[in-house]
DNA sequence: CTGTGTGCAAACTCTTTGCATAAGT
DNA sequence: ACTTATGCAAAGAGTTTGCACACAG
């Protein structure tokens, strides 16, 4: 009996997105398709959503023929973050996780195996968190930590 | 104007506590007391809770004629963590972030400034979100990131 | 005494940066 | 052409680890 509602969001590089959509999401965004930048779009910009650290793209990038550099892609999510084309997470430990779906949504954590994956919205509420005086709400994140339960024990 | 319930937590080291208080939380925990832990736990377990990275404790540990080594700081932060004595919070950035205190509650996150605060309680509503069959929820994090609002334009 | 923790230094991981070359408009 | 980005390599921040000595029980 599979969960269907689990992990809403299509993780993993199932399939390349052109590059001229890739190249579409640039322009709206006012990016310069770049070579490496228009790949790292393939990569990302697939149906439902992805979450990625930079290595993992890297690696994903091996399907290119001449294939973008690891600063390259710290640059370009950098880059995309800043425009809007993605969201960091704030996640524990120290590497810098991504986000393509740039709305407001929570997300599971999985402490072992290094997995983030959304929680669906019919799982949490509405939050509306107000900032103190003088400040303003850049971002809300929602972390849930998981962990596996044991499996024997009858 | 000052607003009473923006920082609810005591953050920084405004006064130290006793080894002996020190030496109590170690023994509770069953964690021997030797030297550095009773040091760092001098200056975690103030009145009302602390936000800190290993780096600040280091340089707070700077009052103690031995100081800890920061190796030793990040150690034992970690074992009081996996103790229940802290709390790792998940933040941006590519630092580990420790809190005093381990009850549900939310925080709020100044990008620019590297500070991280409470949120009052009243402010946040209950979060209960249910996880994933054959998981358990190991704790909940809420971030949310702050900016300071412009000041000019009148 | 015996085992565990600490100090020190080096290693390691992740991320950023500087600079000459290459590519985009 | 002119500007901006890429590749490469090196540096930088934060954290962890190995090992000999020191300390707690």
Same mark, same amino acid.
């Given at each position: 009996?599979?969960?269907?509602? +689990?992990?809403?969001?299509?993780?993993?590089a199932q399939g390349i997105v052109s590059p001229a959509t890739a190249r579409a999401l640039l322009a709206a965004k006012g990016i310069?398709?770049?070579r490496p930048r228009v790949q790292i779009g393939q990569l990302l910009f697939q149906e439902g959503g992805r979450h990625f650290t930079a290595e993992q793209i890297y690696e994903e990038a091996?399907?290119? #023929?001449?294939?973008?550099? &690891?600063?390259? %892609?710290?640059?370009? &999510? #950098?880059?995309?973050?800043?425009?809007?084309l993605l969201r960091e997470v704030a996640v524990y430990g120290n590497r +810098?996780?991504?986000?393509?779906? *740039?709305?407001?949504h929570f997300h599971y954590f999985m402490?072992?195996?290094?997995?983030?994956?959304? %929680?669906?919205?019919?799982?949490?509420p509405q939050l509306q968190i107000q900032p103190?005086?003088?400040? #303003?709400?850049?971002? *809300?994140?929602? *972390?849930?930590?998981l962990e596996p339960l044991p499996v024997d024990q009858g």
């Open positions: 009996m599979a969960q269907p509602t +689990i992990r809403p969001t299509g993780d993993g310069r398709p770049t091996a399907i290119f #023929r001449p294939r973008p550099v &690891l600063a390259t %892609i710290y640059n370009t &999510l #950098r880059e995309f973050a800043q425009n809007g +810098i996780w991504f986000d393509t779906t *740039v709305g407001p402490d072992g195996s290094d997995e983030l994956f959304d %929680i669906p919205d019919n799982l949490v103190p005086p003088g400040m #303003r709400v850049v971002g *809300v994140d929602v *972390v849930v930590r």
